[in-house]
């Protein structure tokens, strides 16, 4: 399986945009600040939208196509399926 994800500072923060092949594990890494970079620099830990993909050629394409979106549309993404911007990480780590 592979993922896209949506992080974010908090409802309307910072976002970040990312592909994995596990999410739990690479959510915890961001959460706990593990790997240098944007997510760290920013402190950007709360995982508030996901899609799953059988391939990667299908995850990565979508990751692509979502990069280029206006940051409006991004938003709705999120607020459609989790409009509190709730922390998903409980829910997929257990």
């Known amino acids: 399986m ?3 994800y949506l992080l974010a500072t908090r409802k309307q923060g ?3 945009l990312g592909i994995t092949n596990d999410l739990v594990r690479r959510t915890y890494q961001h ?3 593990l790997l240098p970079g944007f997510t ?3 402190d950007i830990r709360r995982l508030v939208w996901f899609e799953v993909y ?3 050629i299908n995850a990565i394409a979508r990751e692509k196509e979502i990069k280029k979106w206006r940051r409006a549309w991004k938003v709705a993404l999120i607020e459609k399926g ?3 911007w709730r922390d998903l990480y409980p ?3 257990i």
Do not use: A, G
């Open 91 to 93: 829910e997929i780590s």
């Open 2 to 4: 592979y993922y896209v």
């Open 14 to 16: 910072t976002l970040y």
């Open 40 to 42: 760290s620099r920013y």
């Open 31 to 33: 959460k706990e600040k």
């Open 82 to 84: 989790n409009p509190d």
């Open 54 to 56: 059988d391939d990667p």
